[in-house]
C-alpha cells in the first residue's frame, strides 16, 4: 500500500507541473457543471413530473458524480496500452518487479489525481451551493461512507474494464473499436447522457445490473431509493469485480506470451 | 550468470514463420563483459528481451541468475538492470532525482535507502550539474547518464546494454564508455551489451558473440577478431583515377575520392604491391593500413 502510495504521489507530482492544464481543465469543470445545473433547472420547470422519477437535487448531483469519476481518467488505460503496444514502450515496463497492469494503473491514478480531486472539491461545492444535498433515504454520514465505498469499488471494476479493452490489443494490435463499444456502453448505461432513472423499467434493469453500468453505480448512490438498494448495488459491483478480475488474469497471463516486440 | 541453451524464437507474419533466432546456446560467467552483435535484423534485440523476461521463447531454455527470466521474472528483474537506447521511461518534467526516487519504490528501497542510493549514484555518474533540471532539458548524453543510474538503483548484478550509445556524440559515448568500465571493474558488474558501435565494443567487452541469421556464428575473445583477417591490408592512395594493378591477389575499390587496394600478406607482400604502384610514376600520398574491427566486422557479416 506504502509502494502504491508513493508511486502514485510520483506521478501525480510529474503530472502537475503543468498548473496551467489543470486550471483550464478546471474552468472547463465548473462550467460544465454549472450548465447542467441550470438546463435540468430549465427541464424540471418544464416537466415537473419529473420530480417523482428523480427530485432535482438528485438528478444534478448525479451528474456531479460522474463528472468527478470522469476526471480520474480511468478510460485512458485502453489507449495508454494501445501505445505501449504499438510502439513497443511496452518492454521498458516489463523490465520493472511490478506487474505491467499495475503500474499503468498506478501511473493513471497518478496522473488524474490533482484533477480528480480539484474536480471532486468543485462538484460538492457547486452541488451544494445550488441544490443542497440530495435525500437518498439515509442519514448524511451513513450516505457519505457509502458513497466513499461504491465510488472506489466501482472505479476498480472501471480499471479492470478499460485494461481489459487494452489487452485486447495484444490480439487486434489496435484496441480502439473494442474501447468505442465499451466506453459508449458505459456511458449510456451509467447515466452519462441522462439518468437512468428516466430510462424505461427494462432498461433501468440492464443498466443496473450489467457491468457497465456497475462501473458508474455512484450515479445511483444519488436517488432516493439509494438506502432501500445500497446493499444490492454494492454486491453487484462486487461481483463484476470478481468476473471481470478473473478474465482479466486469464487473459493478460496470454497476452504476456503472445507479446513480440521488434528491435 | 546467464545460461542460454538450444534457444529459438518464431514469430507469426501473415501465418508463416519468420525464425528471428535459431537454436543459440551460450554462457557468460560472472563479471564478464560481453558483446552481442550482429547485422540488424540477425537477432540480437530478440534475444536481449528473452534474457530479460520481456519475449518467451518458441523452445529452448533460458537461466539468468538461476532463474527463468519468464516464469521468475521478478526475481530475475530484481536483479538485473537494463538500458535499452531507443526507449525512454524518464519522468519527463521532474529532476532525475524523483525518477530515480520513483525506480526505489519499485524495486522496494526504503526511504533512507533511495535517499543514499541516489546520493551516491549522483556523484558516480556525474549528474550533480544537472541534478535539479527537469529532464525534458536535459540533452541527450545527460539523459542516458540517468538512465542508467535508474537501471543501477538497486545494485544489480547483470547490466543489459542495448544500443545504449546510439544518437550519442563523441564525447558523451566516451563517457558512457568509461563508466560502462569502470562499473564492471569496480563493481563486478556483469556487462551484455549489443551495439552498432564498433567503439563500445572495443572499449568495454573482452568478449564478443557475433549473431547472424538467428545463429550463432563467432564467440570468442574481442582481441581474437581482429586476428581474423590480420593477413589484410589497405593499401590507400589520394586519387580515385589509379588503374588496376597487374596482381591478381590485390583487390580494388574506391573510397571517398581514394583508391585502396586490398592485399592478401599471405599470398602477396605489401612491398610488392607498393613497388608496382611507384612504377607507374604515381607520386601522390600513399597510405598502408592494418583492418580496424569494423572492417572486421563488416567482413564477417557480409559473410
Not at chain 1, 132 to 138: A, H, I, K, S
Not at chain 2, 132 to 138: D, E, F, S, V
Given at each position: 500500500m506504502q509502494k502504491a502510495l508513493s508511486f502514485i504521489l510520483i506521478i501525480a507530482k510529474n503530472s502537475s507541473e503543468s498548473k496551467k492544464k489543470i486550471f483550464f481543465q478546471m474552468i472547463n469543470h465548473t462550467v460544465f457543471l454549472l450548465f447542467s445545473v441550470f438546463l435540468y433547472s430549465y427541464v424540471y420547470e418544464l416537466l415537473p413530473q419529473l420530480h417523482g422519477r428523480l427530485p432535482y437535487p438528485n438528478a444534478i448531483w448525479s451528474m456531479s458524480v460522474y463528472f468527478i469519476a470522469f476526471w480520474l481518467g480511468l478510460r485512458n488505460l485502453e489507449r495508454a496500452f494501445r501505445n505501449d503496444i504499438q510502439s513497443g514502450n511496452i518492454e521498458m515496463y516489463l523490465l520493472r518487479p511490478f506487474s505491467y497492469i499495475r503500474q499503468k494503473v498506478y501511473m493513471q491514478i497518478g496522473e488524474g489525481l490533482v484533477p480528480f480531486v480539484s474536480a471532486l472539491v468543485l462538484s460538492v461545492a457547486v452541488s451544494w451551493l445550488f441544490v443542497?444535498?440530495?435525500?437518498?433515504?439515509?442519514s448524511a454520514e451513513r450516505w457519505i461512507v457509502f458513497v466513499a465505498i461504491i465510488f472506489i469499488l466501482s472505479r476498480i471494476l472501471e480499471c479492470i474494464m478499460f485494461v481489459l479493452c487494452g489487452l485486447t490489443g495484444f490480439w487486434l494490435q489496435d484496441s480502439q473499436p473494442v474501447y468505442m463499444v465499451v466506453s459508449k456502453l458505459m456511458m449510456i448505461f451509467g447515466g452519462a447522457w441522462v439518468p437512468v432513472a428516466f430510462f424505461p423499467e427494462v432498461l433501468q434493469k440492464i443498466a443496473e445490473y450489467s457491468p457497465f453500468g456497475a462501473t458508474l453505480?455512484?450515479?445511483?448512490?444519488?436517488?432516493?431509493n439509494f438506502g432501500t438498494h445500497v446493499f444490492v448495488i454494492i454486491l453487484n459491483v462486487l461481483f463484476w469485480i470478481v468476473a471481470m478480475g478473473t478474465l482479466m488474469h486469464v487473459v493478460s497471463r496470454r497476452a504476456m506470451q503472445k507479446l513480440s516486440v521488434n528491435g | 550468470m546467464i545460461e542460454v541453451k538450444n534457444l529459438t524464437k518464431k514469430f507469426q507474419h501473415k501465418g508463416v514463420d519468420v525464425v528471428a533466432v535459431d537454436n543459440i546456446s551460450f554462457t557468460v560467467n560472472q563479471g564478464e563483459a560481453v558483446a552481442f552483435i550482429g547485422p540488424n535484423g540477425a537477432g540480437k534485440s530478440t534475444t536481449i528481451k528473452m534474457l530479460t523476461g520481456i519475449l518467451w521463447p518458441t523452445s529452448g531454455k533460458v537461466e539468468v541468475l538461476g532463474f527463468s527470466p519468464q516464469h521468475d521474472r521478478k526475481k530475475v528483474v530484481s536483479q538485473i538492470g537494463a538500458v535499452f537506447g531507443q526507449r525512454s521511461a524518464l519522468l519527463?518534467?521532474?529532476?532525475p532525482g524523483d525518477t530515480l526516487a520513483l525506480y526505489g519504490v519499485m524495486y522496494g528501497l526504503s526511504k533512507k535507502e533511495i535517499t543514499e542510493r541516489t546520493k551516491s549514484l549522483v556523484h558516480m555518474l556525474n549528474i550533480e550539474s544537472f541534478v535539479?533540471?527537469?529532464?525534458?532539458?536535459?540533452s541527450l548524453g545527460q539523459r542516458m547518464r540517468v538512465e542508467i543510474a535508474c537501471a543501477l538503483v538497486h545494485n544489480p548484478k547483470i547490466l543489459f546494454l542495448d544500443e545504449p550509445s546510439i544518437g550519442l556524440d563523441i564525447i558523451a559515448k566516451q563517457t558512457l564508455r568509461e563508466l560502462l568500465s569502470d562499473l564492471r571493474s569496480k563493481h563486478n558488474i556483469t556487462i551484455f551489451l549489443t551495439s552498432h558501435d564498433v567503439g563500445d565494443i572495443e572499449a568495454v567487452c573482452d568478449r564478443t558473440i557475433l549473431i547472424n541469421h538467428g545463429r550463432v556464428v563467432i564467440d570468442e575473445p574481442t582481441s581474437q577478431l581482429r586476428q581474423r583477417i590480420q593477413n589484410e591490408r589497405h593499401i590507400a592512395l589520394h586519387t580515385k583515377d589509379f588503374p588496376h594493378l597487374d596482381i591478381a591477389q590485390v583487390v580494388r575499390t574506391q573510397d571517398e575520392g581514394r583508391t585502396l587496394f586490398t592485399v592478401d600478406t599471405s599470398r602477396v607482400e605489401v612491398a610488392t604491391v607498393l613497388k608496382k604502384i611507384l612504377e607507374t610514376g604515381y607520386t601522390g600520398e600513399i597510405e598502408v593500413l592494418s583492418p580496424s574491427l569494423e572492417d572486421v566486422l563488416v567482413k564477417l557479416y557480409q559473410e
Open positions: 443542497g444535498l440530495p435525500d437518498v433515504g439515509m453505480a455512484i450515479s445511483y448512490a444519488m436517488y432516493p | 519527463l518534467n521532474l529532476p535539479t533540471q527537469p529532464i525534458r532539458t536535459l
